[in-house]
């Protein structure tokens, strides 16, 4: 998926920089994650979980999300990052360039999606999903302060305390 935003105009004069899907409907999105484990992230050769333009989760049966970043200039000098995701094809992850894989040691069986949501200034911007495991732990990828960049939360570490805002600032949607 080429990362992209639309931004709605709501009713109140604000705008909604809305969750990009490609792939899935978002009303089936739950239920397509739900109860599969997540095996593997894949994020490009020189790339980090601190830093990546790009990830792949790679779930059972042969089912992959990627997750991408789109920055858009809304007020003044402001970037907001939003949140891409797209439903692959296996043969279509197979196919591109060399990447690093973070492993997770045990079974993560997904329970629950959510977006991270900032809001302030007239701006809703989707800026990221959360997944939650069967066993308490999440993941999750969020737009940074890097324009384009994600930060990855892996499911043995701590929520950060700051993404591309001050974390106090995120509100968490289900996705049903």
Same mark, same amino acid.
């Given at each position: 998926?080429?990362?992209?935003?639309?931004?709605?105009?709501?009713?109140?004069?604000?705008?909604?920089?809305?969750?990009?899907?490609?792939?899935?409907?978002?009303?089936?999105?739950?239920?397509?994650?739900?109860?599969?484990?997540?095996?593997?992230?894949?994020?490009?050769?020189?790339?980090?979980?601190?830093?990546?333009?790009?990830?792949?989760?790679?779930? =059972?049966?042969?089912?992959? %999300?990627? !997750? *991408?970043?789109?920055?858009?200039? &809304?007020?003044?000098?402001?970037? +907001?990052?939003?949140?891409?995701?797209?439903?692959?094809?296996?043969?279509?992850?197979?196919?591109?360039?060399?990447?690093?894989?973070?492993?997770?040691?045990?079974?993560?069986?997904?329970?629950?999606?959510?977006?991270?949501?900032?809001?302030?200034?007239?701006?809703?911007?989707?800026?990221?999903?959360?997944?939650?495991?069967?066993?308490?732990?999440?993941?999750?990828?969020?737009?940074? =302060?890097?324009?384009?960049? %994600?930060? !990855? *939360?892996?499911?043995?570490?701590? &929520?950060?305390?700051?993404?591309? +805002?001050?974390?106090?600032?995120?509100?968490?949607?289900?996705?049903?």
């Amino acid at each position: 998926m080429k990362p992209y935003t639309t931004i709605e105009q709501r009713p109140d004069g604000g705008h909604y920089f809305p969750l990009q899907l490609q792939g899935v409907e978002l009303g089936k999105l739950a239920a397509l994650l739900r109860g599969r484990r997540l095996l593997a992230c894949k994020v490009p050769k020189m790339q980090t979980a601190r830093s990546a333009w790009q990830v792949i989760l790679i779930f =059972d049966p042969d089912m992959y %999300l990627e !997750l *991408t970043s789109s920055s858009t200039v &809304a007020q003044g000098w402001d970037d +907001f990052g939003t949140i891409n995701v797209e439903v692959l094809a296996g043969a279509a992850v197979e196919s591109m360039f060399e990447r690093e894989n973070l492993q997770f040691p045990e079974v993560l069986v997904v329970v629950r999606a959510e977006i991270v949501r900032w809001q302030g200034g007239g701006l809703i911007v989707d800026s990221g999903i959360r997944l939650h495991f069967a066993d308490g732990r999440t993941f999750s990828a969020v737009a940074s =302060d890097v324009p384009g960049a %994600l930060l !990855l *939360t892996m499911p043995e570490e701590a &929520a950060p305390t700051s993404w591309q +805002f001050p974390a106090s600032e995120y509100s968490f949607v289900a996705i049903e």
